[in-house]
């Protein structure tokens, strides 16, 4: 059941790239699950990685803050370049990359502590804030930005878990940008929301590109019709097609996309 | 009826009312409330053993905390006091002292008993010596009422606790059928009785003659020194290990092979620790014998598998998305362990550790096979890093010494300081619950 999505009009604001990935390629001990993706991923833009599951959307997410380090199986070859720095480089210390490139998950995963402490532990731990006051200062705006603020300034020292779902994630993302990355990564990020909290996320998506380059995971087309304007569609661990949205979504070059965005696929 | 029968082409299912219960279902429910009735069962069989080992402790091991005493008043005047120090057997100038007030309070209270000293001796020992140090220690007291409190022996002390009757009792060196005319004379007026042993609690232990001042304080305070020795040591290192183990080791077969050897580690019998400990502390390092520092060592050995395998459990509990939530945004593994995971995984560490200690708390084996067995007939260490080194018993051994000495007044005593090792582990346990409660509710 294909409705034709309302393809966002946003023109891409910058033509500056981000993220360089040449010729990456994943292994999960044997099994190749990334094979030679080549994307550049622009700045001040929304890109959505689509394509069914276990097509290494995610993994290949995972690539660029090296959160695969954590998996003592998985190998990572190939080039990716933060603002043309190979960020797989040995000098490079994955804890200051994710500074830099920040993370909300699929399910929202606060810290069981304060919605204060949630947000003022990245900037604690990198030294962002000189005082009370300035942590206070990043905390405010940093929920502000998750459009959160007014939810929960009244009840900052309450649990950050005891929040329903969408206030969560919005949480986690105000988290994300409180350490003042560059880039971020979302991976699903309203798969457990309801559709008003998913509604509140996307509108969110969209103010953060004004300041983030934001890379979005999504199983949802029309999500991604909305809140991106590029589009990656990946197939059994293939780039398949890597556009602007509006062309993926409504002339796409390679039969396979075509299939999946008609829902015969994936 | 059958999947096959039920699914087959063109026969339609028959259609019952969802008020008759069908056969299936019944069998169904009827194997749900077996189960039921056998759980049930199976709580009340283990609720039956733990009242009758909790009646047979406290029946067995109440009288250890009584004794009787043989209360007497005696006024000494200096004459007298010089007069006895005069003579050759000072203490038996002083027991006919004590025999003659003795004689006068009974008269008082209208009783006329012939005296044979060899049966008062026989009743509350040499009485003679503990009188004479009394004033040799107390010089003001003479010339002053002063009122003894004097242990009977423990064939008295088992006559009133029923050990010891009429009907059974053989002529011995101990205790012979006519003392008990005497013993009964002397609680008619209220000279014995009964008080608490509050040597049992504090004192330390006695010879093997001498059951009435057994006490187990000693090898509380040598079983207490040992347990700071272990969690000074095993939590620390049990938490490293496993931190390491879990968060940070690479998975090779070199690790493999560690974590099969610390499971192994868990199942090995005390006893492999304890000969142990003796080859490696005192036969190798020259550490000294019998200390609670020794001890502490050995039961550390003891007790770190247990402690590595339920800290391991308890971080492999805590969700991977903290993990996940603490690394993306920015914080180091070990900012992610120590921030995030661990204080998660306190309460079931803090489990572990007192399983642990509680299991090492009661472990006798490993102790007999270094000597921490020592018989410390009094006093305490001397400061706290003596404490440590002095040799001293630990209260399983203590106990187990007690239970395999020939005079069955020592039986009771064992059963008593099962009674001080069973309050020693809930005061462990509850102040784990209350430390599980305060980490539980930390946001």
């Not at chain 2, 582990?425 to 509710?441: P, Q, S, V």
Request: charged letters at 20%; hydrophobic letters at 45%.
């Amino acid at each position: 059941m294909y409705d034709s999505p309302r393809v966002a009009e946003n023109k891409v604001a910058t033509q500056d790239i981000k993220i360089a990935a040449n010729n990456v390629q994943v292994y999960y001990g044997d099994t190749h699950a990334i094979k030679d993706v080549n994307v550049d991923i622009e700045d001040k833009t929304v890109t959505a990685f689509i394509g069914p599951s276990g097509c290494g959307k995610s993994t290949f997410l995972r690539c660029l803050n090296r959160m695969n380090d954590t998996i003592d199986i998985c190998r990572v070859e190939g080039d990716i370049l933060l603002e043309g720095e190979d960020i797989y480089d040995k000098s490079v210390d994955p804890v200051q990359l994710r500074a830099k490139v920040g993370m909300v998950f699929q399910k929202p995963n606060p810290f069981p502590k304060s919605i204060y402490d949630n947000i003022a532990y990245g900037p604690r731990i990198h030294g962002l804030a000189r005082n009370k006051a300035d942590l206070d200062e990043i905390v405010e705006k940093s929920l502000r930005r998750g459009a959160i603020w007014d939810e929960v300034k009244d009840r900052l020292h309450a649990p950050g878990t005891g929040l329903s779902g969408g206030q969560q994630q919005r949480l986690c993302i105000a988290r994300a940008v409180a350490t003042e990355p560059e880039v971020l990564l979302m991976d699903e990020p309203c798969s457990a929301l309801d559709p008003i909290a998913t509604a509140q996320v996307e509108e969110l998506i969209d103010e953060l590109r004004s300041n983030y380059s934001v890379v979005i995971v999504t199983h949802s087309m029309q999500q991604a019709a909305r809140v991106s304007q590029k589009t990656a569609f990946f197939h059994l661990g293939n780039l398949v097609e890597y556009d602007e949205t509006s062309k993926i979504f409504t002339n796409p070059e390679d039969p396979r996309t075509e299939s999946y965005i008609t829902g015969r696929i994936g | 009826m059958t999947d096959a029968t039920l699914n087959a082409p063109g026969a339609k299912p028959k259609k019952t009312s969802l008020k008759t219960i069908t056969e299936r279902t019944k069998r169904r429910n009827a194997s749900e409330r077996r189960f039921k009735a056998y759980g049930i069962g199976a709580i009340l069989i283990g609720i039956f053993f733990l009242v009758v080992l909790a009646v047979s402790i406290v029946n067995n091991g109440a009288p250890a905390f009584t004794r009787t005493v043989l209360d007497i008043e005696l006024t000494l005047t200096q004459d007298q006091v010089d007069e006895a120090e005069g003579e050759l057997f000072k203490t038996k100038a002083y027991e006919q002292l004590f025999i003659a007030s003795l004689q006068g309070q009974l008269e008082e209270s209208g009783l006329e008993v012939t005296f044979d000293p060899a049966a008062l001796e026989r009743i509350v020992g040499k009485t003679g010596s503990t009188i004479r140090e009394h004033f040799k220690a107390n010089p003001g007291d003479i010339g002053q009422p002063v009122t003894f409190e004097l242990a009977a022996s423990s064939r008295v002390d088992g006559y009133f606790n029923g050990r010891v009757n009429r009907e059974t009792l053989q002529d011995s060196r101990f205790l012979q059928l006519s003392d008990l005319d005497l013993v009964d004379a002397l609680a008619d007026s209220g000279i014995i009785h009964g008080s608490i042993n509050w040597n049992f609690i504090q004192g330390a232990d006695s010879g093997v003659d001498n059951p009435g001042g057994a006490g187990i304080g000693a090898s509380v305070v040598g079983s207490f020194f040992m347990m700071l020795v272990v969690l000074a040591l095993s939590l620390p290192i049990g938490i490293a290990a496993s931190i390491y183990l879990e968060e940070f080791a690479p998975q090779n077969r070199f690790t493999d092979l560690i974590e099969v050897n610390i499971s192994n580690l868990a199942a090995v019998p005390s006893i492999v620790f304890g000969i142990l400990g003796l080859a490696v502390f005192i036969q190798f390092m020259h550490l000294p014998q019998s200390a609670p520092v020794v001890g502490g060592l050995v039961l550390t050995l003891m007790t770190l598998p247990t402690i590595i395998i339920s800290t391991r459990a308890s971080l492999k509990a805590v969700p991977p998305s903290i993990r996940d939530a603490a690394l993306g945004v920015g914080a180091s593994k070990m900012q992610a362990v120590f921030h995030h995971v661990l204080p998660l995984a306190m309460p079931g560490i803090l489990t572990g550790t007192i399983i642990g200690l509680a299991q090492a708390l009661g472990e006798t084996a490993p102790l007999l096979l270094i000597g921490m067995v020592g018989f410390v007939a009094r006093g305490y260490p001397d400061g706290f890093v003596a404490g440590f080194t002095e040799p001293n018993s630990a209260m399983p051994a203590q106990i187990y010494t007690w239970a395999a000495r020939a005079d069955v007044s020592f039986y009771e005593k064992a059963w008593g300081g099962i009674i001080i090792l069973l309050a020693f582990l809930l005061t462990m346990n509850i102040i784990a619950i209350i430390l599980r409660r305060r980490f539980e509710r930390r946001w």
